[in-house]
């Protein structure tokens, strides 16, 4: 089955740190462009960062840049987030999504259900 | 940053009727759009890209249109699966690719 599987989440106190995963199933994880995309309590869908299917180009959210770092193991068929000095605007469900394509094209056409991050002390 | 406006904020809708939704960009994209339905617990799902090409699995009665600023997503007969938010988001050139703040469809 094709799938993708966030894990991670948790709560954080401000300032904190934590590492999300996103376990890739069902299709050829190393010819994707791998996306985080996040969704504050009651609010819209909001993109995060992009990695390319090897790993050598990224976008950042200007919101998270210098904060948060994306990567990826293509071997393990995972894709990772890294997000450091976390605000209380950061809480959110953090979505793991896939590109059609290696590079470019950044639409998403397949998500995992997400995994839950609250920065709160 | 391009800003994507949704309207309307809410659509109340019979089953069977059609439904349309709009999406305006704030600047042109192309025909750099996507649309995706939200249901609580679930994972996004595409439903259209290029802004009228049907993803893979899509029913035929959800349809895309527009290019450049305007664009539209018709639900011909709506099922009683379709109740959902549903959010359209651009993709052209650089970042950030942002969505618009959602359409509630629900059941009139």
């Known amino acids: 089955e094709v799938q993708l599987l966030e894990s991670g989440g948790g709560l954080v106190q401000p300032g904190g740190s934590l590492r999300l995963s996103c376990a890739a199933s069902g299709f050829t994880f190393s010819s994707y462009a791998m996306n985080w995309v996040r969704q504050a309590p009651g609010k819209g869908l909001e993109w995060v960062s992009s990695?390319?299917?090897?790993?050598?180009?990224?976008y950042y959210a200007d919101s998270v840049r210098g904060r948060f770092t994306i990567s990826r193991d293509n071997s393990k068929n995972t894709l990772y987030l890294q997000m450091n000095s976390l605000r209380a605007e950061d809480t959110a469900v953090y979505y793991c999504a896939k590109n059609p394509r290696p590079w470019g094209d950044f639409y998403f056409d397949l998500w995992g259900r997400g995994t839950l991050v609250t920065v709160s002390s | 940053e391009i800003v994507m406006t949704q309207s309307p904020a809410t659509l109340s809708v019979s089953p069977g009727e059609r439904a349309t939704l709009s999406c305006r960009a704030s600047q042109s994209v192309s025909s750099d759009l996507a649309w995706y339905q939200e249901k609580p617990g679930q994972a996004p799902r595409l439903l259209i890209y290029?802004?009228?090409t049907r993803a893979t699995g899509i029913p035929a009665r959800f349809s895309g249109s527009g290019s450049g600023t305007e664009f539209t997503l018709t639900i011909s007969s709506l099922q009683s699966e379709d109740f959902a938010v549903y959010y359209c988001q651009h993709y052209n050139n650089w970042p950030p690719y942002t969505f618009g703040q959602g359409t509630k469809l629900e059941l009139k």
């Open positions: 990695i390319s299917a090897s790993g050598g180009l990224t």
């Open positions: 290029g802004a009228s």
